[in-house]
């Protein structure tokens, strides 16, 4: 499963980089006004720190304002994925984009029929918002599995996005479902890699190993 950070704070992304956790960034426009940077130059600078797919998303809620919109968006760099939302007019500026080889990512989605949609328009890929469905008691993940067995009932190339994950079960749960990528806050990724026990047992090691008075250099 590929982890896509879902932040547009620009330390954050770098960091997970650096680590090598990093598959692709998505952003969305309240993660745009959390950053409080100018939405074109975060995403030009985020593309050119990363070679990975950059979502970012148009404002516009008709067909010819997302084209225009996402146009403008695609030209700052070719890493640039159009994100659009799951309407009939997003689904229909999938289906543009999709058409010119454009990448895109179909988000807001909350049904299987909706992600059904996205793959018929050639979405690259499709955000079924997991943690929101959970904040309903509808379980999230059973959304992804059921769009994973639908894709691939009929070899639908549309890569499953997770999206609105909120913690390190979310991600697990994602993974066991089938989903092709996760996207997710910075914090929880560098959080999959804690455990208590290996704190512990690495604390261990160490007073063992110093207790050798040996050195490996
Ligand atoms: O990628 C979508 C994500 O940013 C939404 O997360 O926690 O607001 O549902 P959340």
């Not at 999938?94 to 895109?104: A, P, V, Y």
């Not at 309903?136 to 009932?153: E, H, P, S, T, V």
């Not at 290996?198 to 050798?212: I, V």
């Amino acid at each position: 499963m590929k982890f896509f950070a879902d932040t547009a704070v620009v330390a954050e992304i770098a960091e997970l980089d650096r680590y090598g956790l990093l598959d692709g960034v998505t952003t969305n426009p309240s993660l745009i006004a959390k950053s409080g940077r100018d939405f074109k130059e975060v995403i030009a600078e985020i593309c050119a720190m990363i070679s990975g797919p950059v979502s970012a998303e148009v404002a516009a809620m008709q067909f010819d304002g997302m084209v225009a919109e996402g146009e403008h968006l695609a030209r700052i760099a070719g890493n640039v994925v159009i994100k659009l939302p799951l309407t009939l007019d997003g689904l229909r500026a999938c289906r543009h984009f999709s058409g010119k080889g454009i990448k895109t990512n179909v988000t807001l989605c909350f049904s299987a029929n909706q992600a059904l949609l996205a793959a018929k328009a050639g979405a690259t890929y499709v955000s079924p918002f997991v943690g929101r469905l959970d904040d309903i008691a509808i379980d999230g993940m059973d959304l992804i599995r059921d769009i994973r067995q639908i894709y691939d009932n009929y070899g639908f190339a549309t890569q499953i996005l997770a999206a609105s994950v909120r913690n390190a079960n979310h991600v697990r749960w994602a993974a066991l479902a089938g989903a092709d990528v996760a996207t997710v806050p910075a914090s929880v990724i560098k959080g999959l890699a804690s455990h208590v026990l290996t704190d512990k047992g690495l604390e261990q090691f160490a007073r063992d190993w110093a207790a050798t008075g040996q050195s490996i250099l």
